[in-house]
């Protein structure tokens, strides 16, 4: 299996005064793994880091082959790398969900057309197309979650990066969920809480000890 990333030593800088150090880890080609700890340990600021939005004070990561520390390196990576954000509002734009999930087919080249098809099929495999003419603000919380699930996918990433995607999830929208990341076939780091979600997604676990 080939590994996508790797990280040992890592250390991240996390305000003037705090380092947050991390467990060496890789992720490989078809694995999901699951990023569980306390609450503050910094599954969140590892998940950012990959993409060069928490400073790396020290130690090694490799991501697709290549040594990445400098902004310069991590640019490119923002879109292959695709990340849900925990709270869906730091990446829901609008106006309407579906002009939001194909703000990104068109940020790279596509055309509004092709994007708005390919919006409308990613929103279609979610079972949210009711919801493409909605403005983004008058979506509930799970909607907001599953949409924002639906801009990233729409951007074709190779590695998802999700933080506590079943947050605010009823049971049948988890289903939804589960089963969509499943079919996806895609590599994933999972931040989660939910032991559920843990255990039917899981390949292995990154436990970031107290
Ligand atoms: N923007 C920031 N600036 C400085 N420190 C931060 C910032 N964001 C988070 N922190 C701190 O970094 C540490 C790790 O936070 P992080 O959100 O990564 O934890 P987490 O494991 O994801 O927590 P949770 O399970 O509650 O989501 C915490 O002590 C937090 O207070």
Not at 25 to 50: M, Q, Y
Not at 75 to 85: I, K
Not at 141 to 167: F, H, K, T, W, Y
């Given at each position: 299996?080939s590994?996508l990333?790797?990280?040992?030593?890592?250390?991240l800088?996390?305000?003037?005064?705090?380092?947050?150090?991390l467990?060496?880890?890789?992720?490989?080609?078809?694995?999901?793994?699951?990023?569980?700890?306390?609450?503050?340990?910094?599954?969140t600021?590892?998940?950012?880091?990959?993409?060069?939005?928490?400073?790396?004070?020290?130690?090694?990561?490799q991501?697709f082959?290549?040594?990445?520390?400098?902004?310069a390196d991590?640019?490119?990576?923002?879109?292959?790398?695709?990340?849900?954000?925990?709270?869906?509002?730091?990446?829901l734009?609008g106006?309407?969900?579906?002009?939001?999930?194909a703000?990104?087919?068109?940020?790279?080249?596509?055309?509004?057309a092709q994007?708005?098809?390919?919006?409308?099929?990613t929103?279609?495999?979610?079972?949210?197309?009711?919801?493409?003419?909605r403005?983004?603000q008058q979506?509930?919380?799970?909607?907001?979650?599953?949409?924002?699930l639906?801009?990233?996918?729409?951007?074709?990433?190779?590695?998802?990066l999700?933080?506590?995607?079943s947050?605010?999830?009823d049971?049948?929208?988890?289903?939804?969920?589960?089963a969509c990341l499943?079919?996806?076939?895609?590599?994933?780091?999972?931040?989660?809480?939910?032991?559920?979600?843990?255990?039917?997604?899981g390949?292995?676990?990154l436990?970031l000890?107290?």
């Amino acid at each position: 299996m080939s590994v996508l990333i790797e990280a040992s030593g890592l250390r991240l800088a996390r305000g003037p005064q705090r380092q947050l150090a991390l467990p060496d880890f890789a992720l490989h080609e078809g694995e999901r793994l699951c990023l569980v700890g306390p609450s503050g340990r910094g599954k969140t600021s590892l998940l950012h880091a990959l993409l060069g939005f928490v400073p790396l004070q020290s130690g090694s990561l490799q991501v697709f082959g290549r040594a990445r520390s400098r902004e310069a390196d991590f640019v490119p990576l923002r879109g292959p790398l695709g990340l849900l954000f925990q709270d869906p509002v730091d990446q829901l734009f609008g106006p309407t969900v579906a002009d939001d999930v194909a703000f990104g087919p068109r940020n790279m080249g596509q055309d509004s057309a092709q994007a708005g098809q390919l919006a409308l099929r990613t929103l279609a495999a979610l079972q949210l197309e009711h919801l493409a003419e909605r403005p983004v603000q008058q979506l509930s919380g799970g909607e907001q979650r599953l949409v924002a699930l639906a801009g990233v996918l729409a951007m074709s990433p190779r590695v998802l990066l999700l933080d506590e995607p079943s947050n605010g999830l009823d049971e049948a929208s988890c289903e939804r969920l589960f089963a969509c990341l499943l079919d996806t076939g895609l590599p994933m780091l999972i931040a989660s809480h939910d032991q559920t979600l843990v255990q039917r997604l899981g390949t292995r676990i990154l436990t970031l000890p107290a």
